[in-house]
């Protein structure tokens, strides 16, 4: 196993995330407990010592498994880390209770590793709002020692990330952010990773495979990559690019069977970061992967001056591209519920002033109509 340095830990540079941990007959929140302890207890044997759970995984009852089976073990022989659970407004102000409720459920006095969880367009303003406390209240956990490293994961925006940090920016020691190869451009995770490195704040990866998207590719994407490297699989090629950014400390992955996790454990015995050539290729595969997708838009913003409604049309497309990617999920109604409903993509009234000033000739009303029909789909 590789090992990264942070402060005066040595992290191993894989971690096991336990949001998608094997389950009984489909449903999610039913954990198969046998066969995650076999997995703790296998990545427990070669080397990995990082655990990554949060309050929300497996509707609730991934904290109580991971802490039953850490429990096993010496608590000096593993990091633990979890999150405050800022995705759901409903839970701003009760840090406390939360907070004593996840040590209890995951059988432990500390926490290694400690998140504001999911930083976005929908809860900035109340985490950095001073009336909930929940920055005091984990600072105070922090000094007390039940918090021993204090960080971040996010999925909002750059801009989102950037009002996080110049609030919170000195005391935040780690940064979790979506990082692969297909979102270094698509997400923006190029500009999130230079964001970071300004403010000295390492990198943790998650959805490394972009939630299994990347664990397998086109054949003639499959040939080009084997023309390089023969016997690196698909797989792999994902976490060889996170081996070649500086500024990664650790990458998490989810999981779900004991092959993914011996198969991911081999390919962390070695690190071999990608040549020059080999990140123009992989990079190029991404391209095509999102070409096939996404709408081709550069955003000029010459549309939004020829928009009735005053829509963000950009910024709608954006996101309009990343829910067609990804055959929906969470992270395009999760932006949209930050902004006023009559600059949702409804709010289109088909007009075309758009379109007629396109370079890229967007069928734009057309997109904000499908727009519209997958998310109320």
């Not at 991934?62 to 999150?83: C, D, H, I, N, W």
């Not at 909002?156 to 000195?170: H, P, Q, T």
């Not at 190869?181 to 390492?202: C, M, N, R, T």
């Amino acid at each position: 196993m590789i090992y990264k340095p942070f402060q005066d830990l040595k992290l191993s540079a894989l971690g096991m995330g336990a949001m998608r941990l094997p389950v009984i007959g489909g449903d999610d929140g039913k954990i198969d407990e046998k066969a995650a302890a076999d997995m703790v207890a296998w990545a427990m044997e070669h080397g990995v010592n990082y655990y990554d759970t949060a309050w929300g995984y497996h509707n609730g009852q991934s904290e109580l498994v991971m802490g039953r089976a850490l429990k096993a073990y010496p608590r000096e022989q593993f990091y633990l880390a979890t999150k405050f659970p800022g995705y759901d407004l409903a839970n701003m102000d009760k840090v406390e209770e939360i907070f004593q409720e996840q040590l209890r459920k995951c059988a432990v006095d500390y926490f290694d590793f400690y998140l504001f969880h999911n930083v976005c367009e929908m809860n900035i303003d109340a985490y950095l709002d001073p009336k909930y406390g929940i920055y005091d209240y984990l600072m105070e956990q922090k000094k007390n020692g039940r918090i021993r490293h204090l960080g971040f994961s996010a999925h909002g925006s750059y801009d989102v990330m950037k009002r996080f940090l110049e609030a919170y920016g000195n005391d935040m020691e780690f940064c979790q952010i979506q990082l692969n190869y297909l979102d270094w451009s698509f997400q923006d995770a190029k500009g999130k990773v230079k964001l970071l490195k300004e403010y000295h704040i390492p990198v943790w990866v998650m959805e490394p495979l972009r939630g299994g998207k990347l664990a397998s590719l086109q054949p003639e994407d499959e040939a080009a990559l084997k023309a390089l490297r023969p016997e690196e699989k698909v797989p792999a090629w994902a976490f060889r690019f996170l081996q070649s950014i500086p500024e990664v400390t650790m990458i998490l992955s989810g999981m779900s069977n004991m092959e993914q996790m011996q198969e991911n454990i081999r390919t962390f015995e070695e690190e071999k970061p990608l040549s020059a050539k080999e990140q123009e290729t992989l990079l190029a595969i991404a391209d095509g992967m999102v070409n096939k997708i996404a709408l081709p838009c550069t955003a000029c913003r010459y549309c939004t001056s020829h928009c009735p409604q005053g829509l963000d049309i950009p910024g709608l497309l954006a996101l309009y591209n990343e829910h067609c990617f990804t055959g929906g999920g969470f992270l395009a109604p999760m932006a949209l519920s930050a902004i006023p409903k009559d600059k949702w993509p409804s709010a289109c009234v088909g007009c075309r002033s758009c379109e007629a000033v396109c370079p890229q000739q967007i069928k734009i009303s057309e997109a904000m109509a499908d727009f519209t029909s997958k998310l109320e789909g």
